[in-house]
């Protein structure tokens, strides 16, 4: 079989462990050949890429980044797009493509899929671990483990100067990084998409544990958390070429709420796009590959229209249209847990 692979969306640590265990998989087990598209769904469209083999993909397990490229592109965002990717699959002679990115990039490979452009396989990567139909996307436990880090490095210099340390980590939609590395962390306080805060009931837990004698508190905000409607006021978010909202300040704006309410000196810690660069961890690179080579098994199959999953921690595969449905939430246990662990 002659396999296509592309990565779509943001980067994110282990897409370059995916790429090799899907060179791996196919040219040494099955005999095949792989073609990979630069830049995403733009290098199917343009006709860009590069043969792939296994020796030119040694050491790139621990990389970061991915060494094809990768953007927010479409086919389907000029009139002539999709007939291109269509000659491209023709003239490349791909029997099957892997596709390797978030809701968006796989949302599209369904509908290429539905569109009969040629058949896809999905591979779930996303740091937000929002994809439906699996239990963990890769990047997310890399993310986590910068985001602790960065928390248990900050309670040392917040106990130093008394100070309420505000921490902005990634989480458009969904606070999934922002509970498990509050929790991990020991965070005061966790803010998160899926539950609009209130800024009078924030400050009065800090100001309880500064009662208390706790005159630290780290406080852990996704990106996308948003205050209850008439309670504090936020910019509105400017809007990219590609609809998504430009995220990012919600930390700043709580931490001058913090501080203007309590008088306790507040600084703030924007993460960003250190989350997810650099070398995954050893989680990560295993399930990187283990997903690669199930994104193989099930093209070999003629198992397409489909995404690989990990679900009660094997391999599996979920129905394209069923993983890409509806974002994955918060789970309200793990929700429940956090909340214990609050001021």
């Not at 020991?186 to 924030?202: S, Y």
């Amino acid at each position: 079989m002659r396999l296509g692979v592309l990565t779509g969306g943001g980067d994110c640590p282990g897409l370059n462990a995916v790429i090799r265990a899907v060179v791996r998989k196919e040219i040494r087990d099955f005999g095949g050949t792989v073609f990979g598209f630069y830049n995403g769904w733009s290098g199917v469209v343009a006709n860009e890429g590069e043969e792939l083999d296994v020796l030119g993909l040694r050491g790139t397990l621990p990389r970061g980044g991915t060494v094809l490229g990768t953007s927010r592109d479409t086919p389907y965002r000029t009139e002539d797009g999709l007939e291109l990717a269509k000659q491209t699959i023709k003239d490349r002679g791909i029997d099957a493509l892997i596709v390797i990115g978030g809701e968006g990039t796989l949302s599209c490979a369904n509908r290429i899929q539905e569109d009969g452009v040629v058949n896809v396989v999905g591979v779930p990567k996303t740091i937000d671990n929002d994809v439906g139909g699996t239990e963990r996307t890769f990047g997310f436990d890399t993310a986590v483990a910068i985001a602790t880090d960065a928390i248990d490095r900050l309670h040392t210099t917040a106990e130093s100067h008394n100070r309420v340390m505000v921490v902005e980590v990634m989480g458009r939609n969904v606070g999934h990084i922002a509970v498990w590395a509050g929790m991990a962390g020991g965070a005061t306080l966790t803010l998160i998409p899926e539950e609009p805060f209130d800024i009078k009931r924030v400050c009065e837990a800090l100001s309880r544990r500064h009662n208390a004698g706790k005159f630290a508190s780290i406080v852990v905000v996704a990106e996308g958390a948003q205050p209850l409607p008439g309670t504090m006021d936020i910019a509105e978010p400017t809007i990219d070429e590609f609809g998504h909202r430009r995220l990012g300040g919600i930390a700043d704006a709580v931490a001058q709420e913090v501080e203007r309410r309590t008088g306790f000196e507040s600084r703030v810690t924007v993460l960003g796009h250190v989350q997810r660069g650099g070398t995954p961890t050893p989680f990560d690179r295993v399930l990187c590959t283990r997903f690669g080579v199930g994104a193989v098994e099930a093209a070999h199959e003629r198992n397409f229209g489909t995404m690989v999953a990990m679900n009660n921690g094997m391999i599996n595969t979920v129905p394209l249209a069923e993983a890409t449905a509806e974002l994955k939430t918060v789970h309200p246990q793990i929700w429940s847990a956090a909340k214990t662990f609050f001021a």
